[in-house]
């Protein structure tokens, strides 16, 4: 493998952008945005150097290496600190840095009246720099640096305005149950040293036609833990939606386009203990399908635009790791899907929170109404997005989820049924709530607050929007366009042979508009030809009531874990003040108290000391004659 | 003579400095019993010095004696600082170290 000097500029330059601006304090407020945003560009840069040096290369050298450091090294135990920038790495490295500095430049502006933004920027740069680590690591324990430093940079930008409790509340729940998944990625790290003697990508993929079964597949089980816990999927999705919390550029970077597809990025990567795995990958198509109907079906019934996003994310993240269980047919797909769904979404993002921008901060969307004619930018790139993530030809989305479609009835039997159903009903909901959001926003009349004041936001923030927009309509066509993305990954990925097919591409296809077609129809009808009113109804059906409640995922959590923990906890506190905090207590008043007793023994009077040593002598005296008698 | 008899006459002394000490409040006869007390001591040592043959008794007779001395120095300064600062000789008087 080719050895390439350059890589750890990708890293180093936000990190040093972080570094800086959190050591410079005060001092940097005047340009630190710029700053950061030009060291996140810079990245972009080396990145696009990086991709055109590789397209230079024959298919089977495009690979690059280098070695940072002997990081650990114990007996057999080598690890060193290395980077790996390969075909699957490169579309991460351009999607992180490219989709991140439009959204630095977007927080110039949206982050200008708030009086940390130097942090802010300074945050933003650490988690470019620790996920470009997570996508570059050359081995799971590298990755795994990266995957903290991604946790880490998450827990502090959703708590960015930690002054409000709930938001800081947010963050820590979004830290806690990424823990959950950490506790998987590291049990996979050790299960894997123990079995296979190594940590390394390239070292664990030659191990594994050695391996047995079972250890692949706990291997396999735990990375998929790892992977739910990160990409908030079914059963750790509960975090997403409250780290809407983050301002929203974050929302956008983060919790949509990079941070939560990191879990893809696992599964693709570990791809070579999946295919061996049959038991784990399973279990990763059916956490997909659950989770891509769970996602869909909690946006239904969200008010809130931003949560509705958060939603409509998990449920494409189902997608991605749906179509990354099915082995690899479908891995290309699921990273074709994770692309072209960073640009749509983080597109939206972007759009949400421009209309948040013009509407005081109003996240409720039963409050907007009637705004594309004070936001025209904003309404056509949300337009294009909405377009793109319904999946219609020949936006993005429709070459990405119609692929993974495809895929999932192909899966032969009774599975592939399933999971194509579930594709498909998935595609009907998403179709149904992005509508919901699109009417209740842009259409209709208005339902503002006094305080709203519509408009179309600085060229600042169109600019990222536009041209995420332009990748919206565009990256799917120029991705599949010949096959482009699965031959450009085909080397990482195991062969494999012709599936017969069930249904018909075109029927497929056919299916999903319809679905699609359906969803929009009922939104349409339900919300499009009665006024909206202000508030959420009440009088609604229960389960309405419990989509609400985002299916009960909180309530779930609490009863199952939250409570049991607590009553732990409390149990122990009161066998530590009852048992152990007795026991000390009680030898010290025994103490006191034999003390007490035993000092009325001391009178003071020499005399009766003397009267107790003449007896005490005799007594010896006359034990000592008995014995020696 | 018996030796025996100078046991005898030493054990009488030893229990009449015993009682003494045990019975009498003034310090000075309390004292005075403790001198009692050695010097019956030591008239068993020479007593088994006789009957053993050996001098080692007689020798521990010559230490007894001059351990005695000494004390009588001190507890005689100690006897005397205590009357003068509390104008009494009793030794019941003298209990502060109970409380």
């Known amino acids: 493998m080719q050895i390439n000097n350059g890589l750890v500029y990708l890293i180093a330059l936000p990190l040093a952008g972080a570094i800086i601006l959190l050591l410079a304090g005060r001092l940097a407020d005047k340009w630190g945005h710029i700053f950061a945003t030009l060291m996140s560009a810079s990245s972009f840069a080396v990145g696009l150097l990086q991709l055109s040096q590789m397209l230079a290369r024959p298919a089977e050298e495009r690979a690059v290496e280098q070695k940072l450091f002997e990081w650990i090294s114990v007996g057999s135990f080598q690890v060193d600190a290395g980077l790996l920038l390969d075909q699957l790495s490169i579309c991460f490295v351009l999607l992180i840095t490219g989709v991140g500095t439009l959204i630095h430049i977007y927080s110039i502006s949206y982050m200008s009246h708030d009086k940390d933004r130097r942090r802010f920027f300074a945050y933003l740069n650490l988690f470019i720099a620790a996920m470009l680590l997570l996508v570059l690591g050359n081995s799971f324990l590298n990755l795994y640096v990266g995957w903290e430093g991604v946790g880490l940079a998450s827990y502090l930008l959703i708590g960015f305005w930690n002054q409000k409790p709930a938001y800081a509340t947010a963050s820590k729940k979004a830290f806690i149950m990424n823990r959950v998944g950490d506790m998987g990625l590291s049990f996979a790290i050790m299960i894997a040293f123990a079995s296979l003697g190594t940590v390394s990508f390239s070292g664990v993929k030659e191990a594994v036609p050695q391996a047995s079964t079972a250890s692949l597949t706990a291997i396999g089980i735990m990375l998929l833990v790892a992977a739910v816990g990160k990409s908030a999927q079914f059963p750790l999705q509960a975090w997403l939606g409250d780290a809407m919390a983050g301002p929203t550029p974050v929302s956008a970077l983060i919790h949509a386009a990079t941070m939560v597809t990191a879990g893809v990025y696992l599964i693709t990567r570990s791809n070579f203990i999946f295919d061996a795995a049959p038991t784990a990958q399973l279990l990763v198509v059916i956490v997909g399908a659950i989770t891509l109907l769970f996602g869909a079906i909690i946006g239904t019934a969200k008010d809130d635009i931003k949560k509705a996003l958060a939603a409509s994310t998990m449920s494409q993240i189902g997608y991605m790791i749906l179509g990354a269980g099915l082995g690899p047919v479908g891995y290309a797909f699921a990273i074709m899907h994770l692309i072209t769904h960073g640009f749509f979404k983080a597109g939206m993002f972007l759009g949400a929170g421009s209309v948040m921008h013009g509407m005081d901060d109003e996240v409720n969307m039963r409050k907007y109404g009637n705004l594309r004619k004070f936001m025209p930018i904003t309404f056509v790139t949300f337009g294009l997005g909405y377009l793109a993530i319904l999946g219609v030809p020949p936006f993005a989305g429709f070459y990405s989820k119609d692929m993974i479609i495809e895929t999932a009835f192909n899966a032969g039997g009774i599975k592939g049924i399933l999971l194509g159903s579930a594709a498909l009903l998935g595609a009907g909901l998403t179709a149904f709530y992005m509508t919901r959001v699109m009417i209740l926003t842009f259409t209709g009349t208005p339902r503002w607050d006094e305080k709203a004041d519509p408009h179309e936001s600085p060229i600042l923030m169109w600019l990222p929007m536009v041209i995420l927009a332009i990748g919206s309509v565009t990256s799917g066509f120029l991705l599949s366009r010949g096959d482009a993305l699965v031959h450009w990954l085909e080397p990482l990925f195991a062969e494999h042979g012709e599936h017969e097919e069930l249904l018909k591409p075109i029927v497929v296809t056919s299916l999903a508009l319809l679905m699609v077609a359906i969803g929009v129809a009922i939104a349409f009808l339900k919300y499009s030809r009665s006024e909206v009113s202000r508030t959420a109804p009440e009088d609604v059906s229960i389960l309405t009531k419990i989509v609400r409640r985002d299916l009960l995922q909180d309530d779930f959590n609490e009863a199952l874990f939250m409570r049991p923990g607590q009553a732990l906890t409390s149990t122990l506190v009161k066998t530590d003040e009852i048992v152990i905090d007795g026991a000390v207590r009680g030898i010290g008043s025994a103490a006191l108290s034999s003390a007490g007793a035993l000092r009325a023994s001391q009178t003071g009077f020499v005399r009766s000391y003397a009267a107790l040593i003449l007896i005490g002598a005799v007594a010896l005296v006359a034990a000592i004659w008995v014995v020696t008698k | ?99």
């Open chain 2, 1 to 99: 003579m018996n030796a025996a008899n100078y046991l005898y006459v030493s054990a009488l002394l030893f229990t009449i400095g015993a009682v003494g000490v045990v019975v009498r409040r003034n310090a000075i006869v309390v004292f005075m019993c403790v001198e009692l007390m050695l010097n019956a001591a030591n008239l068993a040592f020479v007593t088994f010095a006789r009957i053993n043959g050996s001098i080692d008794g007689q020798i521990m007779a010559f230490f007894t004696m001059v351990v005695a001395a000494c004390e009588v120095v001190v507890g005689l300064a100690i006897i005397v600082t205590i009357y003068r600062s509390r104008r009494s000789a009793s030794v019941d008087d003298a209990s502060l170290l109970k409380r």
